[in-house]
Nanobody, 123 residues
């Protein structure tokens, strides 16, 4: 089992920045990739960024150039720095961990999830 604990999030004005962090514990050696998903009201959960153990990163087109994912392997922590935030970035953001790369994996098959943290961008 892997336990994910998120922190960060909150309310920010459009154009502002915000950071999220996700600390993993437990059987972390089983994990190949970690990432951040988001889910807005009435919408499906979508992957916005992921990073593998080797540092390979991938981003959704909607956040490319604005969001940066990084990780500190010594702390088993993944970060998401969000810049130039837009109202449409408002969502609950979830940390995830998986045994393989995340992009292309159906939501229902992702191995581990955090509890979610709210990000609200006001216009």
């Amino acid at each position: 089992q892997v336990h994910l604990v998120e922190s960060g999030g909150g309310l920010v004005q459009a154009g502002g920045s915000l950071g999220l962090s996700c600390a993993a514990s437990g059987n972390i050696f089983s994990i190949t990739a970690m990432g951040w998903y988001r889910q807005a009201p009435g919408q499906q959960r979508e992957l916005v960024a992921s990073i593998t153990n080797s540092g390979y990163t991938a981003y959704a087109d909607s956040v490319k150039g604005r969001f940066t994912i990084s990780r500190n392997n010594a702390k088993n922590t993944v970060y998401l720095f969000m810049d130039s935030l837009k109202p449409e970035d408002t969502a609950v953001y979830y940390c995830a961990a998986h045994r393989a790369r995340l992009f292309g994996v159906p939501i229902t098959l992702v191995d581990y999830w955090g509890q979610g943290t709210q990000v609200t961008v006001s216009s």
